[in-house]
């Protein structure tokens, strides 16, 4: 029997998006104690490089907007979003809501250089798959 390994399967998770009560915290717990490579930091958002891949650390607020139209929740929710990097967002979003899987949103191009879409597994940890543009 083959099993169709599915429209994720080929991809490559890149990076992890983790909501912060106290940004300063964990610009702190990161930088400081882990020893992450800064990539980017402002108020509401910095970005580390660890063990080769990208962690993003975001303040409630703005990680309320990534993640719309559902919301960060609160501690000890779940509170990542895993992103997936493939080759083209619009096909695997395709190929995702043709097995009834609801994208959360997107497909959107992001001021940051991607075009994302986001969807949550039924315990509603959140996903999303991202596009380089």
């Not at 300063?24 to 509401?44: K, M, Q, R, S």
């Not at 990542?80 to 191009?109: F, K, Q, S, W, Y």
Request: hydrophobic fraction near 45%.
């Amino acid at each position: 029997m083959t099993i169709d390994p599915g429209p994720l399967s080929r991809g490559v998770i890149t990076q992890v998006t983790l909501v912060c009560d106290d940004l300063p915290e964990a610009l702190h717990f990161y930088g400081e104690l882990l020893g992450a490579e800064e990539l980017y930091a402002d108020d509401a958002w910095a970005v580390y490089r660890l063990a080769g891949l990208l962690v993003t650390l975001v303040s409630e607020r703005e990680g309320g907007r990534m993640v719309a139209p559902t919301t960060p929740a609160a501690a000890p929710g779940a509170r990542a979003l895993v992103t997936v990097e493939v080759g083209d967002v619009d096909a695997v979003a395709e190929a995702l809501t043709a097995r009834g899987i609801v994208l959360l949103n997107g497909p959107v191009e992001r001021p940051w250089g991607a075009r994302t879409a986001t969807f949550a597994d039924p315990a509603g940890h959140l996903w999303e798959i991202a596009q380089e543009l």
